[in-house]
C-alpha cells in the first residue's frame, strides 16, 4: 500500500529560513548562504518523509517565499516594471516582485483560499511573453535523486494559475486571463520535458481552484489544458491534485475523466460529499490518493477510523490503486511537535504536527498492507479516547449554556438611532468625534517588560508599575492631542487573540507552532482544544486604571469571537459555530463586567470575521449568520448607553455589508485609506442604518505622515455621501507597528482636520 505526501511546510522546525531569508535581506549574510539553509530544510525533509515510508515525496514543494511567485518565476511573467533583463531569473527580481525594492513596489498578495497563507497574485495581459525562466523545479528533482529519493514535483496546475491570477493595469475590464492558456502550456511542456529526462516518473498539478464555484466555460479549459499536456505527458504519471472542500459534482465530473491523467488527490476532511462521489463515480483503473490526514489542523488522526475508510475505498478502487495521503499540504499546519516543550504530555497526545502527520501517514499505508504497528495504533486510541472524556476538554455548564443560544436572535432591544441618541446625552462628543483603534507604538522597552514578567525576572508589582506608567503617557499624550474618545495603548498585549486566549479556559499556546502567512511571516495560532470559558475578568483591571486618569471616555478593548475562532486552530470533535458561541458567551461576560465597572465605551474587534467565509457561495450565508449571532451575543445585555464600536481591517465590504450592519454596533471603523471607491456602497447603507462610521483617514502600514491637508480632503469626501452626525474621524488600525515620531504628527494632523471642518460646518 503507497502513500504520499500533498506538500510539506518549508520554514522548518524552528523557522530556520525565515530567519535565513531576514538576515539576507538586510544584507547580512549572503546569497549562498542563504541557499544552503534552504538545501539542508530540503534535505532533512525529504529524508524525513523517506525514514516514514513514504511512496510519493513532494518537491518543488518547497519555496523562497511562495509557490504562486514561483510557477510566476518559472513562466517568466514577470511585470515590466522590475526591468527583468530575460535570463534565467535570480533573488533580486524575484524578492523584489515579492517584496517591492528602492524604486518599485511589491506585487500585490492575496489569502490563498480560505486559508491563513498569502500568495503573491501573478499579474497578467495581453503583452506578456512567457518564457521558460526558472529551472527551480527541475533542480529540486535533481538534488533529491542526487540524495537518493525520487520525487513527484509539485506544480500549481496551468488552469488554476491562471484563475488565481489578476488582469494587468490598464486591462482589469477586459482581459480574458483563461486565453493565455495556450501560451503557458508550451512552457509547462519544456520544464515536463527536462523533469523526464531527468527521471521522474510520476507529477503533480495542484488544480484547487476545482473546489471553488466555477462556472461551466472555465471547467471546459480543464479539459482543454490536459488534453492539450497529454502527448507531453506520456510515459509520466500524472497525479491532479485537489483540497480544501469536496469538488463540485459538475467539477468532479470534467476532472475525472480529463486524458491522460493517472490519479487525483481528494480532500476527505473537509470534503463532506468526497466520500460518496468516490463511491457513485470513480472512474475505474485510476489512483485514488486519498486525503484522510488532516493538512489545516494540528490534531492527531483517528486512526482507527480513518483506517475503516480506507478499507471501505480499497473495496471501491481496489488495493494497487489506492494512496493514503494527506488532505492538502501541510504547509498550513504547525512543522514539528518534538519542539514542544511548553506542553503537557496529555495535550501532547492529542496533537500531530506536520512531522507527526508524515508518521500518520506512512503508519496507515502499512496497516492497510498488513503491517500494522499495533504499538503506535494502540497508543493513538488511547490518545483519542483520553481526549474525549477529559474533564479539561468538556465543561457541561458550558456546553448546556452554548446550546441554548441557538434558535434566539438576540438584539438589543432599542433601535441603534435611539441608543446613540442616549449614549450621546451621557458622552457629550463633538460632531466629526476623534478616536484610534486600540494600540499605541510598542516600544522595545515595553517588549523587555512583558517578557521580564512572563519569565518571572520581574515582580508583579514591577510590571504593574511599567505598563501603568506607559498607560499613562498614551492618555495623556490623546488629552493633548484632543482626541476625544480615548484608548489605553494596549500595551500588556503580545497579541489581540493570544492576549485573550491566555485568560480563558479552553486555550493551550505552542513554543514553536508557527505557520507561514506570507514571505518569512508567520503566526502562531492558540490551540483551542475544551469548552471555553472565562475563570476572571480579563481587561477591567487595565481599563479602568486607564478610565481614573482621564474624564474622557475610555474605550474598553477586547476582540471578538468570530477573530479569536478565525485566528486559532480550532476543535475538530465539535462545530466551528459551537467553538464561536462559547467564546462568544466568555467575551459577553467581560462586556458586562466593564459596563459595571464604568467602562461606557466598549469596542469588540472583529478582524477576522471576513477571513472565515467559506470557500463557496452556497456556504457564505450559514457562517455569516452565525458568525454575526456571535458577535450580537456578546453585547446584547448592555444598557442603551453604553456604546458598542467595532472595528474590521479590511475594505472589501461590499458582499457582505448586510451581515456587517446585522451585528447592530453602534460604531463601526473600518480599514478605507487605500481603497475609497469601494466604500462608498458601504458608506450608503451605513447612512440608511444610522450607526457611526469610522472609515480610516489614513493608511497606519507606511511610515508616511499623512499631511492635514489630506486627510481633511479625505473627510471631506466622506462628507459627500455621509452625515455629518454619523462620521468618526480615527486611523486606519491599530497604531502598534508605528514609532511615536511618526503618530504624534499624524494624529496632531488628523484631529486638526477634524476641528477645521468642524468649524466650517
Ligand atoms: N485593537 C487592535 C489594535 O489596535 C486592533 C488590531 C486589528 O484590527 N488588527 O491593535
Ligand atoms: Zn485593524
Not at 511589491?106 to 503573491?120: G, R, S
Not at 462521489?277 to 489542523?297: E, H, Q, W
Not at 498488513?370 to 479539561?392: I, L, M, T, V, Y
Not at 480579563?538 to 474622557?552: D, L
Request: proline residues 4%; glycine residues 6%; negative net charge.
Amino acid at each position: 500500500m503507497a502513500s504520499h505526501i500533498v506538500g510539506y511546510p518549508r520554514m522548518g522546525p524552528k523557522r530556520e529560513l525565515k530567519f535565513a531569508l531576514e538576515s539576507f535581506w538586510d544584507g547580512k549574510s549572503s546569497a549562498e548562504d542563504l541557499q544552503t539553509v534552504a538545501a539542508d530544510l530540503r534535505s532533512s525533509i525529504w529524508k524525513q518523509m523517506a525514514d516514514a515510508g513514504i511512496k510519493y515525496i513532494p518537491s518543488n514543494t518547497f519555496s523562497y517565499y511562495d509557490q504562486v511567485l514561483d510557477t510566476t518565476t518559472m513562466l517568466g511573467a514577470v511585470p515590466p516594471r522590475y526591468n527583468w533583463n530575460g535570463v534565467e531569473i535570480g533573488f533580486d527580481t524575484y524578492f523584489s516582485m515579492a517584496r517591492g525594492n528602492a524604486s518599485v513596489p511589491a506585487m500585490e498578495m492575496t489569502k490563498w483560499f480560505d486559508t491563513n497563507y498569502h500568495y503573491i497574485v501573478p499579474e497578467l495581459g495581453p503583452e506578456v511573453k512567457f518564457s521558460y525562466a526558472s529551472h527551480k523545479a527541475v533542480n529540486e528533482y535533481k538534488e533529491a535523486k542526487a540524495l537518493g529519493v525520487d520525487t513527484v514535483p509539485v506544480f500549481v496546475g496551468p488552469v488554476s494559475y491562471l484563475l488565481l491570477s489578476k488582469p494587468a493595469k490598464g486591462v482589469e475590464k477586459t482581459f480574458d486571463l483563461l486565453s493565455l492558456l495556450d501560451k503557458i502550456l508550451p512552457i509547462y511542456k519544456e520544464v515536463i520535458a527536462e523533469l523526464k529526462e531527468a527521471g521522474a516518473t510520476w507529477i503533480q498539478f495542484d488544480e484547487a481552484t476545482l473546489v471553488k464555484d466555477l462556472e461551466a466555460y472555465q471547467l471546459e479549459v480543464f479539459t482543454k489544458a490536459y488534453t492539450d499536456l497529454e502527448s507531453a505527458c506520456s510515459g509520466l504519471n500524472v497525479l491532479v491534485a485537489t483540497y480544501f472542500a469536496d469538488v463540485p459534482a459538475d467539477a468532479f465530473k470534467v476532472l475525472t475523466t480529463l486524458p491522460g491523467v493517472t490519479g487525483y488527490t481528494f480532500d476527505l476532511v473537509r470534503g463532506e460529499k468526497t466520500l460518496d462521489l468516490i463511491k457513485t463515480s470513480f472512474p475505474s483503473g485510476k489512483y485514488l490518493f486519498a486525503g484522510v490526514v488532516d493538512g489545516r489542523n494540528i490534531w492527531a488522526n483517528d486512526l482507527a477510523g480513518s483506517l475503516s475508510v480506507l478499507e471501505s475505498l480499497e473495496a471501491i478502487v481496489g488495493k494497487d490503486k489506492l494512496v493514503v495521503s494527506t488532505s492538502s499540504s501541510l504547509q498550513h499546519t504547525a512543522v514539528d511537535l518534538v519542539n514542544e516543550t511548553k506542553l503537557d504530555d496529555e495535550i501532547k497526545s492529542w496533537l500531530a504536527f506536520a512531522a507527526q502527520k508524515v508518521v500518520e501517514v506512512g503508519a496507515l499505508a502499512k496497516a492497510l498492507a498488513g503491517q500494522k504497528d499495533e504499538a503506535f495504533f494502540a497508543a493513538n486510541a488511547a490518545a483519542q479516547a483520553s481526549r474525549k472524556c477529559s474533564p479539561r476538554v468538556t465543561n457541561e455548564a458550558v456546553q448546556k449554556a452554548a446550546a441554548a443560544l441557538r434558535g434566539s436572535d438576540h438584539r438589543r432591544a432599542t433601535n441603534v438611532s435611539a441608543r446613540l441618541d442616549a449614549q450621546q446625552k451621557k458622552l457629550n462628543l463633538p460632531i466629526l468625534p476623534t478616536t484610534t483603534i486600540g494600540s499605541f507604538p510598542q516600544t522595545i522597552e515595553l517588549r523587555r517588560v512583558r517578557r521580564e514578567y512572563k519569565a518571572k525576572k520581574i515582580s508583579e508589582e514591577e510590571y504593574v508599575k511599567a505598563i501603568k506608567e506607559e498607560i499613562f503617557k498614551v492618555v495623556q499624550l490623546q488629552e493633548e492631542l484632543d482626541i476625544d474618545v480615548l484608548v489605553h495603548g494596549e500595551p500588556e498585549r503580545n497579541d489581540m487573540v493570544e492576549y485573550f486566549g491566555e485568560q480563558l479556559s479552553g486555550f493551550a499556546f505552542t513554543a514553536n507552532g508557527w505557520v507561514q502567512s506570507y514571505g518569512s511571516r508567520c503566526v502562531k495560532p492558540p490551540i483551542i482544544y475544551g469548552d471555553v470559558s472565562r475563570p476572571k475578568a480579563m481587561t477591567v483591571f487595565w481599563s479602568t486604571m486607564a478610565q481614573e486618569m482621564t474624564k474622557r471616555p475610555m474605550k474598553g478593548m477586547l476582540t471578538g469571537p468570530v477573530t479569536i475562532l478565525n485566528w486559532s486552530f480550532v476543535r475538530n470533535d465539535q462545530p466551528r459555530f459551537e467553538t464561536c458561541y462559547q467564546i462568544a458567551l466568555a467575551i459577553k461576560d467581560e462586556v458586562e463586567d466593564l459596563e459595571k465597572a464604568g467602562i461606557t465605551v466598549i469596542q469588540i474587534d472583529e478582524a477576522a470575521l471576513r477571513e472565515g467565509l467559506p470557500l463557496r457561495k452556497a456556504e457564505h450565508a450559514f457562517y455569516l449568520d452565525w458568525a454575526v449571532h456571535s458577535f450580537r451575543i456578546t453585547n446584547v445585555g448592555v444598557q442603551d448607553t453604553t456604546q458598542i464600536h467595532t472595528h474590521m481591517c479590511y475594505s472589501n465590504f461590499n458582499d457582505i455589508i448586510h451581515s456587517i450592519i446585522n451585528m447592530d454596533a453602534d460604531v463601526i471603523t473600518i480599514e478605507n485609506s487605500r481603497s475609497d471607491e469601494k466604500l462608498l456602497s458601504v458608506f450608503r447603507e451605513g447612512v440608511k442604518y444610522g450607526a457611526g462610521i469610522g472609515p480610516g483617514v489614513y493608511d497606519i502600514h507606511s511610515p508616511r505622515i499623512p499631511s492635514m491637508e489630506e486627510i481633511h480632503d479625505r473627510i471631506n469626501k466622506m462628507l459627500a455621501v455621509l452625515e455629518t452626525n454619523i462620521l468618526w474621524v480615527n486611523p486606519d488600525c491599530g497604531l502598534k507597528t508605528r514609532k511615536y515620531a511618526e503618530v504624534k504628527p499624524a494624529l496632531e494632523n488628523m484631529v486638526a482636520a477634524a476641528k477645521k471642518l468642524r468649524a466650517a460646518l
